[in-house]
């Protein structure tokens, strides 16, 4: 029974960082993968990376890519998600998932996190 527990998020100035992480245990998976997605208000939740145990497999979309860092450390079962120059259009609720394939696609992912708020200020 996979079990993940994500760490708050908050409040933050544009330009600023935040980082969050997710504990995750509870794989029965042969390689499991860890997803973040965020949702605003009225829109669809939208995968913006994942990264997968064994081999680093590591995907960003293009509106984070570079400012977003995804790592793990498996020995904890831990996710983080480092974001660097955070702008107001990154607000959103932000949720880590798991699920068996490498993927930002919702339907592939198993379980969810509780999600939490990110706040961009401008």
């Known amino acids: 029974h996979v079990q993940l527990a994500e760490s708050r998020g908050g409040l933050v100035q544009a330009g600023g960082s935040l980082s969050l992480s997710c504990a995750a245990s509870g794989f029965g998976w042969a390689n499991p993968v860890i997803g973040w997605f965020r949702q605003v208000p009225g829109k669809e939740r939208k995968g913006i990376n994942f990264i997968n145990k064994r081999d680093n497999d590591i995907y960003y979309i293009d509106s984070v890519r570079g400012r977003f860092t995804v790592s793990r450390d498996n020995a904890e079962n831990t996710v983080y998600l480092q974001m660097n120059n955070l702008k107001p259009d990154d607000t959103a609720v932000y949720y880590c998932?798991?699920?068996?394939?490498?993927?930002?696609?919702?339907?592939?992912?198993?379980?969810w996190g509780q999600g939490t708020q990110v706040t961009v200020s401008s």
């Open positions: 998932t798991a699920g068996p394939v490498a993927t930002i696609l919702t339907d592939y992912y198993i379980r």
